[in-house]
C-alpha cells in the first residue's frame, strides 16, 4: 500500500487581477491549516499571501495568469507567486509591503525568471514557532 504525501505542493493558476485574491489568501489558510501552523501564524501567511500576490498583480501584464505554489515543509510553508510582467522589473525592496513581508514571514525574495524572460517572481517562507 503507498502512503500518500501529504507535503504534497499546492499549485493555484488564476488570471492576475486582484478580484482573485480572496481565493489564494482561501487557499493558503486551508494549505496552512494542514501544515499545522497555529492561528496566528495562520493569519500572519494568509497576509503575506495577500502582500506577494498584490505585488505580483501590480506588475503583471493584462490578460496575464498568476501561478501560486504552496509547499509544506518540514517546519512550515514556502509560497511563491509569478506572473509575466508587463515591465521585466521586481517589486520595491524598499516599499512598506516588502516591510510588511518581512515582519509576517522568516524569508522574502523576489527574483525574474530564468533567460531573462519577463516574469516576475516572489516567495515567502513562513515557519512554524514551536
Do not use: Y
Request: contains cysteine; neutral net charge; hydrophobic residues 45%.
Amino acid at each position: 500500500m503507498t502512503v500518500p504525501d501529504t507535503r504534497a505542493d499546492v499549485e493555484l493558476r488564476l488570471p492576475a487581477e486582484f478580484a482573485n485574491l480572496p481565493v489564494v489568501r482561501g487557499v493558503a489558510a486551508v494549505v496552512a491549516m494542514g501544515a499545522d501552523l497555529t492561528v496566528d501564524e495562520i493569519a500572519d501567511l494568509r497576509l503575506a499571501v495577500d502582500e506577494v500576490c498584490s505585488q505580483v498583480i501590480a506588475l503583471a501584464r493584462p490578460g496575464a495568469q498568476l501561478t501560486c505554489t504552496f509547499q509544506r515543509t518540514p517546519d512550515g510553508i514556502r509560497v511563491r507567486a509569478a506572473a509575466p510582467s508587463k515591465t521585466g522589473r521586481l517589486p520595491s525592496t524598499d516599499s512598506f509591503g516588502w516591510h510588511v513581508l518581512k515582519t509576517l514571514t522568516d524569508e522574502a525574495t523576489a527574483w525574474l525568471g530564468a533567460d531573462g524572460t519577463r516574469e516576475t517572481h516572489v516567495e515567502v517562507l513562513k515557519r512554524r514557532a514551536r
